[in-house]
């Protein structure tokens, strides 16, 4: 079990949802990343590995391109908001022993539990707490070395809930170069999704970049920049 975890977070891009994987004790993992255009989401998210086998993170972002403008006049041509959500990851023991299906052993699954706060465009401050669940396992093909997550997660605020959703895989061809396709889909009021596929080519010590585009409900196209770092 230890030496497949420790395969896996080789080869995982380490995105959020970052699934069921923990990081090793002391270890520390920062993407910074922006979707769309001059009005895109903007976000940072980091996790650090903390004792007892449990992962701690950071997770905000929001649109802030007007931001310098609205703190220097009180006033932005673009709207302002965000979200900022600091979470817990505990792995989550599955079944083990000769009764187990042989089809159950790769999989490993966490839960994941939050408190954070919704910042909207007029300042309005909702705050949040939220639990989720993911399961993921790796695998090999004649392309690479892959792996899979499904996540599930709600959000609980005052007077709503937040679901949200998630499947990945991914695969690496050469050392280097990651590949994968995500699907992610949001329900409140309404039901938004995207679909897509992701490319990150790691430069060494100095990090990895990532470029990606999806498909959105909207019925456009999204494309997506970001750069990450391990220590």
Do not use: N
Not at 89 to 97: A, D, E, I, M
């Amino acid at each position: 079990m230890l030496a497949r975890l420790a395969l896996l977070l080789t080869l995982l891009p380490s995105l959020a949802p970052a699934g069921p994987w923990m990081r090793e004790q002391g270890s520390v993992y920062a993407l910074v990343s922006h979707y769309g255009g001059s009005d895109g989401w903007t976000g940072f998210y980091a996790e650090y590995g903390g004792p007892f086998g449990w992962t701690y993170g950071l997770d905000l972002g929001g649109h802030v391109v007007g931001l310098p403008q609205l703190m220097q006049t009180g006033i932005a041509d673009q709207d302002v908001d965000g979200r900022i959500r600091s979470f817990v990851r505990l792995p989550l023991p599955l079944p083990t022993g000769d009764t187990v299906p042989d089809w159950l052993d790769p999989w490993l699954a966490a839960v994941e539990f939050s408190v954070g706060q919704d910042i909207e465009s007029d300042g309005t401050q909702i705050d949040r707490v939220g639990v989720g669940g993911t399961v993921g396992r790796g695998f090999s093909s004649r392309f690479g070395d892959g792996w899979t997550t499904f996540d599930l997660g709600m959000s609980f605020a005052e007077d709503d809930r937040r679901t949200t959703y998630a499947a990945v895989i991914g695969v690496k061809p050469i050392d280097r170069l990651a590949v994968e396709l995500g699907a992610f889909g949001e329900q409140t009021d309404e039901f938004d999704y995207q679909i897509g596929p992701t490319l990150q080519y790691g430069f060494g010590r100095i990090g990895a970049a990532r470029v990606g585009l999806a498909y959105r409900s909207e019925g456009d196209l999204q494309g997506s920049v970001g750069w990450s770092l391990e220590f």
